[in-house]
């Protein structure tokens, strides 16, 4: 069969949904200081990386993974201290668990609802699995438009809610009451997305057994594990319970369940680095201010995103001087002359910040 007609093909049997998406793109980085993908610069110490290399030799790889990964599970619920009676469901990373649950409860016209700008794979997963997106832009200030909020879950009864906290890709920390105000406002789940949560200040986990709607979900990948590819929800068992369901078998492999539980029995040093790097993003977010031609935002995540003038120009340059950062000019209408940069060591904030000095001088 040619291509042309398989292309034919494709275009009759796919639905116009799919057709019409453009896939999730991720920058090819090599030979670049990366910094447009929130993972932890920082590499995991030598005398960990030696145990678990002792891990992974004597690992059963011919063998299928515990299938409730049991063990694992134990060591995410003794680090984040969940609630009594709370209980995990583990993805392979975020993005299956946001899957899982748009699956879960897509009956006829279910509505999944989120502010914007946030997390893209809401929207994608929302149209991938043919629910019916609706997107409430947040306040210019990027704070939560409150109001407008809540008259979008009255009208539109959404079945699913996601809220990152702090968001993505603006950094911010939403208010906690007017998160609480949205629980209380929705007729359906809502989930409270904490990937960044080892750089924030406040966590909806302990407010888990207060509201029958609520489920915490989040990603070891902004802490040192994005290779490991590992997600969990936490909340009650009523909920996990239907959606264990839904889990594809053996989604997690023997070498990531290995792995995260020999990091998380060290999830001190994890956190030691989560602490150098709000330090360094302190430092960046100080360095950026000064720029005059940069606008940047407050962050209690691991990137900052700013505003300035040329935004493509300015990406193009940084790549042009071995910097890879995040444009996201052109992807939402309030992230015009936007970039996102994640922290880095400070040696590549101080060549990402000597970059973006010459593209701006030069661009002038």
């Not at 057709?19 to 910094?35: E, N, P």
């Not at 009650?236 to 070498?255: H, I, M, T």
């Not at 302190?282 to 935004?311: C, D, G, H, M, T």
Request: hydrophobic fraction near 45%; glycine fraction near 6%; proline fraction near 6%.
């Amino acid at each position: 069969m040619s291509s042309n007609s398989a292309s034919v093909l494709a275009g009759a049997l796919l639905r116009q949904e799919v057709l019409d998406l453009h896939a999730y793109h991720v920058q090819d980085s090599s030979g670049y200081i990366k910094l447009d993908a929130m993972e932890n610069p920082y590499p995991v110490p030598p005398a960990l990386r030696a145990e678990i290399a002792e891990v992974v030799a004597a690992a059963a790889i011919n063998r299928y993974p515990d299938p409730g990964a049991v063990t694992l599970k134990e060591k995410i619920c003794d680090v984040t201290g969940l609630p009594k009676g709370m209980e995990v469901l583990l993805g392979n990373g975020s993005d299956e668990l946001i899957q899982l649950l748009a699956m879960a409860v897509n009956k006829p016209d279910a509505v999944l609802l989120s502010v914007e700008p946030s997390f893209v794979m809401y929207k994608m997963i929302a149209i991938f699995t043919g629910m019916r997106y609706v997107g409430v832009p947040l306040a210019s200030d990027f704070s939560l438009d409150l109001p407008a909020t809540l008259a979008a879950i009255k009208r539109e009864r959404p079945a699913l809610v996601f809220l990152s906290y702090p968001n993505n890709p603006t950094g911010n920390l939403f208010s906690a009451q007017d998160v609480m105000q949205i629980i209380e406002a929705s007729p359906g789940l809502v989930v409270v997305d904490e990937a960044y949560y080892a750089f924030a200040r406040d966590s909806f986990i302990p407010h888990l057994a207060r509201y029958p709607n609520l489920l915490v979900m989040r990603t070891f990948s902004k802490l040192g594990m994005a290779g490991l590819r590992l997600g969990f929800l936490a909340g009650s068992a009523a909920w996990l319970g239907q959606l264990e369901k839904l889990r594809l078998p053996y989604n997690v492999g023997v070498l990531p369940q290995l792995v995260a539980e020999k990091l998380l029995a060290h999830h001190d040093v994890l956190l030691q680095q989560a602490e150098q790097i709000k330090l360094d993003r302190a430092k960046l977010y100080q360095q950026l201010r000064e720029i005059a031609a940069v606008k940047v935002y407050p962050s209690e995540a691991n990137f900052l995103l700013f505003r300035v003038a040329n935004a493509t120009v300015v990406f193009n340059g940084l790549k042009q001087r071995g910097v890879l950062i995040k444009n996201l000019n052109g992807g939402h209408t309030m992230l015009t002359d936007c970039l996102r940069v994640t922290v880095g060591t400070p040696d590549e904030n101080e060549k990402f910040i000597a970059a973006l000095q010459e593209t701006i001088n030069q661009s002038a």
